[in-house]
């Protein structure tokens, strides 16, 4: 194949022909990079399941990031370690609890009065005394933890669902999209990272390595889509299980 040395591309870097160029193909990059997978959770028994304990004692310390899209869910769970459908015994346990935030941390719950009800990135921070709540790096909330003893070594961390009772059932799920789940050490240093982005049976963990299965999932709840300045388009989605083959999340 001939090279014509008239291309633009080879145009010299300081003329208006290469910068010219240069933006084009630079702005085809920021359009490809754009585009990324989210799934949509049914609400029922779906969710996604590590397989091990990722918070070795949330009793003490537990850091869990959560990025919300779209409409957030009014009773369902971010995230749990636990097997025990007993609140009395149960490990850790948070969810959103038609209108407020419900911590169970060794057996002992807690409640913030500040429920979680609009998209965003949120960090929960235990640090053995408080539990500080953020949004998109801001506190907006800080309250006393009530932590009790219950704990349980067999069990497995799980996102926007809980175990009910054994290692092969699921309840409380979160209906609607999680994306991009982070856990920190007491460091703040990341240990698990899961963008959910994977458009298959695996979510991936970058970070750690602890990689997680999707509970009952189901092809059509992948969708791809585009990003805008304040949401996410849909592209072509399947509908249903979206509500159209161009819905937009708003971020």
Same mark, same amino acid.
């Given at each position: 194949?001939?090279?014509?040395?008239?291309?633009?591309?080879?145009?010299?870097?300081?003329?208006?022909?290469?910068?010219?160029?240069?933006?084009?193909?630079?702005?085809?990059?920021?359009?490809?990079?754009?585009?990324?997978?989210?799934?949509?959770?049914?609400?029922?028994?779906?969710?996604?399941?590590?397989?091990?304990?990722?918070?070795?004692?949330?009793?003490?310390?537990?850091?869990?990031?959560?990025?919300?899209?779209?409409?957030?869910?009014?009773?369902?769970?971010?995230?749990?370690?636990?097997?025990? %459908?007993?609140?009395?015994?149960?490990?850790?346990?948070?969810?959103? +609890?038609? $209108?407020?935030?419900?911590? !169970?941390? =060794? *057996?002992?719950?807690?409640?913030?009065?500040?429920?979680?009800?609009?998209?965003?990135?949120?960090?929960?921070?235990?640090?053995?005394?408080?539990?500080?709540?953020?949004?998109?790096?801001?506190?907006?909330?800080?309250?006393?933890?009530?932590?009790?003893?219950?704990?349980?070594?067999?069990?497995?961390?799980?996102?926007?669902?809980?175990?009910?009772?054994?290692?092969?059932?699921?309840?409380?799920?979160?209906?609607?999209?999680?994306?991009?789940?982070?856990?920190?050490?007491? %460091?703040?240093?990341?240990?698990?990272?899961?963008?959910?982005?994977? +458009?298959? $049976?695996?979510?991936?963990? !970058?970070? =750690? *390595?602890?990689?997680?299965?999707?509970?009952?999932?189901?092809?059509?709840?992948?969708?791809?889509?585009?990003?805008?300045?304040?949401?996410?388009?849909?592209?072509?989605?399947?509908?249903?299980?979206?509500?159209?083959?161009?819905?937009?999340?708003?971020?």
């Amino acid at each position: 194949m001939s090279i014509s040395l008239n291309s633009p591309k080879y145009a010299d870097v300081n003329s208006l022909s290469y910068q010219m160029h240069k933006k084009q193909q630079d702005r085809k990059k920021r359009k490809a990079s754009l585009l990324r997978y989210f799934r949509l959770n049914e609400g029922t028994t779906d969710g996604y399941e590590a397989g091990v304990r990722l918070i070795p004692d949330p009793l003490t310390h537990f850091d869990v990031e959560i990025a919300l899209l779209g409409a957030v869910d009014v009773g369902g769970t971010f995230f749990a370690q636990n097997i025990s %459908s007993s609140n009395a015994s149960k490990e850790l346990h948070v969810a959103q +609890n038609f $209108g407020a935030l419900n911590i !169970i941390c =060794g *057996g002992s719950q807690t409640f913030l009065a500040s429920p979680i009800s609009t998209a965003g990135v949120y960090r929960l921070i235990n640090d053995g005394v408080n539990y500080t709540l953020l949004r998109n790096g801001v506190i907006i909330d800080t309250v006393p933890a009530i932590i009790g003893t219950a704990s349980e070594p067999t069990a497995t961390t799980t996102i926007a669902n809980r175990h009910d009772n054994s290692l092969g059932s699921y309840a409380f799920s979160y209906e609607g999209v999680i994306a991009n789940t982070v856990i920190r050490n007491p %460091s703040g240093v990341i240990t698990n990272n899961y963008p959910i982005n994977d +458009n298959e $049976g695996t979510v991936t963990d !970058i970070a =750690g *390595g602890q990689d997680a299965s999707i509970i009952n999932g189901s092809a059509d709840d992948w969708g791809l889509f585009k990003e805008k300045s304040t949401s996410w388009e849909g592209q072509d989605l399947t509908a249903p299980p979206w509500d159209s083959i161009d819905q937009e999340l708003l971020k």
